[in-house]
């Protein structure tokens, strides 16, 4: 194991990819809701270098609200494919503007027009009457920005970066299922690196 979570985190990721891991560009966001109910749910890992694990949210969806009242988030990754587990937590920076222009521009018609849904329409999450509803709504969307090109970010899109402070890094040892962990907590300069019972 590496002395740096994020380059051994940013190796294993190439690896996965090259593996073909359906999981390579996910990882699970967790964050505390309602009555403190924890909640999970897979989102798209984008960037991961020292700035931290990029993501996209709306800031109109339920676990945006929840990240602003509670303060608080963690990450769960999880490559089977090289036999990785990763839980990062930190605090939330923004992401860098060229970077979020970067994923923004990578996103297909439908999805831009999902984004300004729930601006123009409902929020992510909010009951709809109907798919057909909803497709309709889409297809308005869609009459005003035909193309993909054309349709700017909205407003409530935000690109955000968890910047890590403690990493629990799990490498699986299949044969005998003595697996090996190590928690990274961060200090001035670097890391420091505690073994764990797996
Ligand atoms: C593979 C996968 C990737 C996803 N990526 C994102 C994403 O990047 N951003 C996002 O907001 N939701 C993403 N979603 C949808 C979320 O899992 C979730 O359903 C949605 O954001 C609503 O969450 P909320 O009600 O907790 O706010 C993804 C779902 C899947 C299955």
């Keep these: 194991m590496t002395e740096n979570p994020i380059a051994e985190i940013v190796a294993a990721r190439e690896e996965a990819r090259r593996r073909?891991?359906?999981?390579?560009?996910?990882?699970?966001?967790?964050?505390?809701?309602?009555?403190?109910?924890?909640?999970?749910?897979?989102?798209?890992?984008?960037?991961?270098?020292?700035?931290?694990?990029?993501?996209?949210?709306?800031?109109?969806?339920?676990?945006?609200?929840?990240?602003?009242?509670?303060?608080q988030c963690s990450l769960t990754i999880l490559w089977s494919s090289v036999e990785r587990q990763y839980r990062v937590y930190g605090e939330l920076r923004p992401m860098d503007p060229d970077r979020l222009r970067f994923w923004w521009d990578r996103k297909v018609l439908g999805s831009r027009l999902l984004e300004h849904y729930y601006d123009a329409y409902r929020p992510q999450s909010e009951p709809v009457a109907s798919r057909e509803v909803f497709l309709e709504g889409i297809a308005e969307l869609g009459r005003r920005w035909p193309n993909a090109a054309a349709v700017p970010p909205p407003e409530s899109l935000r690109g955000v970066c968890l910047w890590p402070t403690e990493i629990d890094v799990w490498h699986g040892s299949p044969s005998d299922r003595l697996h090996d962990r190590r928690l990274f907590r961060r200090i001035s300069g670097g890391w420091t690196a505690e073994t764990l019972v797996p």
């Design 20 to 71: 073909k891991d359906a999981h390579a560009d996910v990882c699970f966001l967790v964050t505390v809701g309602e009555h403190q109910r924890p909640e999970a749910r897979p989102v798209s890992l984008r960037d991961v270098d020292e700035r931290g694990f990029g993501l996209l949210l709306n800031a109109l969806s339920p676990k945006w609200r929840q990240i602003e009242k509670s303060g």
